[in-house]
């Protein structure tokens, strides 16, 4: 963990206790067997905003802390670990962010204050096909065509939408806008937004440096999912007998173990340096922005299939949590860009 | 101005004026006789470049070749923050390391923690100057990744020890000064009949044969011993309680030879070997499959460097290597082994050369390298023996019974 500010630790126990305490994984799998339309709970999302946490990005003067990216993240991994469902992440990090980096003075005073008092729900929306190709957008400033696979996007009051002019602001009740809710395998919620000559408003943020803080955002989310599903297998390690001795006695699990283990170390320093080089306003975001998503995907990729493995029999049952970390996984994994495609920007950014 | 700023000013100021000109901008260093190119001083040390003795007298004078270590003992007395800002001033000025040294990597620590007043007197200041070069008997032939299993006798003759038995991958020792070495001075016990003790390779029944390696160097050598009489006053820490020190020093062990990647800053650049064997296409890397592979393995540097930087600065708050140091050794041999394959690769068949005039040197260097890095997860610890020490000591997981 990166050496802390007195008041990054405190926030830091804060959200801990909060997440293990009264969002632990039973509140999930309760959202999720409620058949919950939006993927959260407003009312737990009131919750989250009265601590704070929906203003950390917002400047003072809009009603926030502006407290930071790095601060954000710190509450996302605290919230990853035990997969409380909230837009924090589109709303509180990317809208939140956006709109703080390159909106207009009015903007900044329309959306900002009710997004950090938790009463505007916002959603960014990227993507148009199956897979992450931000740089070869079809839609254009005439605000025409579908967002696939928005995050928060069933239940958004405000969206960001990526275009191939730039960035609009769009409210959720505009005239031409039309939602499909989505199941995805996560429960999260999930909406493909077709969109027919949508009133918007530019939004003059870069869309890279947006996405970057999303993908930043989203890694330290993913290293608390990662974290706390090698500590609970960790933990079943040392205590499930077979043979007459604990497994966590075999050599072939413990170099498993140990090799997590070096593969969480090893993306956390990658995690908290993309989202300081933000805070500072460092020319190496883009770079580590893909470094810090591309082993977020790949450290929970392995983690949540060791989770299973670990458990053999009882990981493979819906009343273990380990299916919820897997399918959470594969959703966060290829958000934003899975592995592969920010290995490709990673080589292209280096300049090979 | 901040203290550390001030000092910044000094530091600059002090290279501008005692760095000799043939060594600045990463001039020649001076190749030694052992085949690389750094500067490992002690007694026998043969220069090719008499600026490089030079640098090093005056850093050594200075203290700064152990920039942290107390100036009581020659070191340089530098506070952390310092050390850092001394480093990334050497590193502007492009200035060779002045001093590459087991004493300072591994045995000083050790000695500034277990060693009597005597005797960090006596061998620190020698180390800081690169008066004294050291080597380190740990391994033996039946004692590898079972180091506590070794049996080199140190029996104790009343006003003298004496020592018998041999040692095996001792690095250098053909051009070391002293050795610290393990010894058991107990045979009804295994760990708690180690003793860590030091002396003069010039000793009367030391022989000392190098080895042949696949890379066709010989870092390491056979170390034999033969009726060696040593002074009591060498031994280190408490008579039996070797076994703690040894294990603190392989922790500064671990931490040293792969904080830097096992030098993987050096050589070819892998993108560029790619390009320039491979061809472009747009832009990029004409082979896609081998480009991804590259990008992958770059990620994995930087995700190291950062990782390196970030437990530095967590052990500053805490007190030496913490247990995690481990993943460090086991990632970094990764890392160098996964980077030499992919240059040779890269290379075709301008990278399978072993010598001779079709071949660039750096050509060979990428050969030699990659076979010289399959020692990387065998030396200083198994990469096994790594994830053994993160399963126990980080994990907590049990031994099996």
Redesign the interface.
């Known amino acids: 963990m990166a050496v802390l500010t007195e008041e990054q630790t405190m926030l830091r126990d804060a959200a801990k206790a909060w997440a293990q305490e009264k969002s632990p994984v039973t509140q999930f799998r309760k959202l999720r067997d409620s058949g919950n339309a939006d993927g959260f709970d407003r009312a737990v999302w009131k919750e989250m905003a009265e601590m704070g946490w929906a203003g950390i990005v917002i400047p003072e003067e809009y009603g926030g802390t502006g407290l930071g990216t790095l601060t954000l993240g710190i509450v996302l991994e605290e919230t990853g670990r035990t997969l409380t469902a909230s837009p924090l992440l589109s709303t509180a990090l990317i809208a939140a962010g956006a709109i703080a980096l390159g909106g207009t003075d009015a903007q900044k005073q329309e959306w900002l204050p009710r997004i950090a008092e938790g009463s505007v729900v916002a959603a960014f929306a990227v993507d148009e096909g199956p897979h992450h190709h931000p740089g070869t957008l079809a839609m254009t400033k005439a605000l025409s065509g579908t967002k696939r696979f928005v995050a928060d996007g069933g239940a958004a009051d405000l969206v960001v939408v990526a275009t191939a002019d730039g960035l609009f602001l769009v409210r959720g009740d505009a005239k031409g806008l039309t939602r499909q809710v989505l199941h995805s395998v996560d429960s999260r919620g999930f909406a493909n937004l077709t969109f027919d000559n949508v009133e918007g408003e530019a939004l003059s943020a870069p869309l890279d440096a947006v996405l970057d803080r999303a993908r930043a955002g989203l890694a330290a989310e993913m290293l608390g999912t990662a974290t706390q599903a090698f500590e609970i297998t960790l933990d079943y390690l040392k205590t499930r007998t077979q043979f007459g001795q604990l497994i966590g006695t075999f050599q072939a699990l413990q170099h498993r173990a140990a090799k997590m283990y070096t593969e969480l170390e090893l993306t956390r320093s990658c995690v908290e340096a993309a989202l300081a080089a933000i805070d500072k306003g460092a020319n190496d975001v883009p770079q580590l922005a893909s470094l810090a998503k591309a082993k977020a995907s790949e450290l929970l990729h392995l983690v949540s299939n060791e989770m299973v493995q670990m458990h053999g029999g009882i990981g493979m049952t819906d009343a273990h949590d380990a299916g919820l970390y897997l399918k959470r996984a594969r959703v966060a994994e290829a958000l934003y860009g899975g592995a592969s495609f920010h290995r490709d920007r990673y080589a292209g950014l280096m300049g090979y | 101005m901040s203290d550390v700023e001030s000092f910044r000013a000094q530091a600059r100021a002090w290279i501008e004026e005692n760095l000799p000109a043939s060594l600045k901008g990463g001039g020649a260093r001076g190749l030694t006789d052992e085949g690389d190119s750094y500067i490992w001083g002690g007694r026998r040390a043969k220069w090719t470049n008499p600026d490089a003795k030079l640098w090093l007298e005056r850093m050594g004078a200075k203290g700064w070749t152990a920039p942290t270590w107390p100036a009581r003992y020659g070191g340089g007395g530098l506070s952390a923050a310092e050390a850092r800002v001394l480093e990334q001033e050497l590193a502007k000025a492009k200035a060779p390391q002045a001093l590459a040294s087991f004493g300072i990597w591994m045995l000083g620590p050790v000695l500034l923690e277990y060693a009597s007043e005597e005797q960090k007197l006596e061998h620190l200041p020698k180390i800081v100057r690169g008066e004294i070069r050291w080597c380190q008997g740990y391994s033996e032939p039946g004692a590898g990744s079972d180091l506590a299993g070794l049996r080199t006798q140190c029996v104790d003759m009343g006003d003298h020890y004496l020592i018998n038995g041999a040692k095996i991958w001792t690095s250098y020792a053909n051009y070391a000064d002293w050795i610290f070495c393990l010894v058991r001075t107990d045979n009804s016990k295994k760990h708690e009949g180690i003793s860590f003790i030091l002396f003069d390779m010039t000793s009367p029944g030391i022989e000392t044969r190098p080895i042949k390696l696949i890379s066709g160097n010989s870092p390491f050598c056979e170390t034999f011993f033969t009726d060696v009489k040593e002074p009591k006053r060498n031994l280190v820490g408490k008579l039996n309680g070797g076994w703690e020190i040894a294990k603190r020093l392989l922790q500064y062990e671990r931490q040293n030879i792969s904080s830097g990647g096992f030098g993987a800053g050096g050589g070819y650049d892998l993108?560029d070997a790619?390009?320039d064997y491979v061809g472009i296409e747009n832009?990029?890397?004409a082979d896609a499959d081998l480009?991804?592979r590259?990008?992958?393995h770059?990620?994995?540097a930087?995700?190291?460097g950062?990782?390196v930087?970030?437990l530095q600065?967590?052990a500053k708050?805490q007190k030496g290597p913490s247990p995690?140091t481990s993943?460090v050794k086991?990632?970094a041999a990764k890392l160098n082994q996964d980077r030499t394959e992919l240059l040779v690769e890269a290379m075709g068949s301008q990278g399978l050369g072993w010598d001779g005039d079709g071949y660039k040197p750096e050509e060979i260097m990428a050969m030699r390298g990659m076979l010289r890095a399959k020692a990387n997860s065998i030396e200083g610890g198994t990469s096994?023996i790594n994830?053994?020490v993160?399963?126990?000591r980080?994990?907590?997981?049990?031994?099996?019974?």
């Open positions: 993108p790619a390009k832009g990029k890397i480009r991804t590259i990008a992958a770059k990620m994995e930087q995700a190291f950062l990782t930087r970030r600065e967590e708050a995690a993943i086991y990632a096994e994830l053994n993160v399963s126990k980080v994990l907590g997981l049990l031994d099996h019974q």
